[in-house]
């Protein structure tokens, strides 16, 4: 059974950082973050392969967010810095066994609250 859970999340002043985990059990796959803020729709954040020297991440968080993993501890983070009032969001983090244009995130979190104040 595939287990995705985050956890990390929390209220913080823009400018400050946050750093999210996910634990995930049952999978062993690509693994990315997504986010929905209120009355959006979920958007693609960072994303890192298996082996995790491969990673990607949407314009509007590179240089800003870092995404990484320890396989040894079942785990995946995103380190968040310089964080916006616009990162504000639900995040949520999803699995793949596959990378790239296929890529079908069909395992997801249950989601952590980002709230960022100006």
């Known amino acids: 059974q595939v287990q995705l859970v985050e956890s990390g999340g929390g209220s913080v002043q823009a400018g400050g950082s946050l750093r999210l985990a996910c634990a995930y059990s049952g999978v062993f796959a690509h693994m990315a973050w997504f986010r929905q803020a209120p009355g959006k729709e979920r958007v693609f954040v960072a994303a890192?392969?298996?082996?995790?020297?491969?990673?990607d991440y949407s314009p509007s968080v590179k240089g800003r967010f870092t995404v990484s993993r320890d396989n040894a501890k079942d785990s995946m983070y995103l380190q968040m810095n310089s964080l916006k009032p616009e990162d504000t969001a639900v995040y949520y983090c999803?699995?793949?066994?596959?990378?790239?244009?296929?890529?079908?995130?069909?395992?997801w979190g249950q989601g952590t609250q980002v709230t960022v104040s100006s």
């Open positions: 999803a699995a793949s066994l596959r990378w790239g244009p296929t890529s079908e995130w069909n395992y």
């Open positions: 890192v392969t298996s082996s995790g020297d491969t990673t």
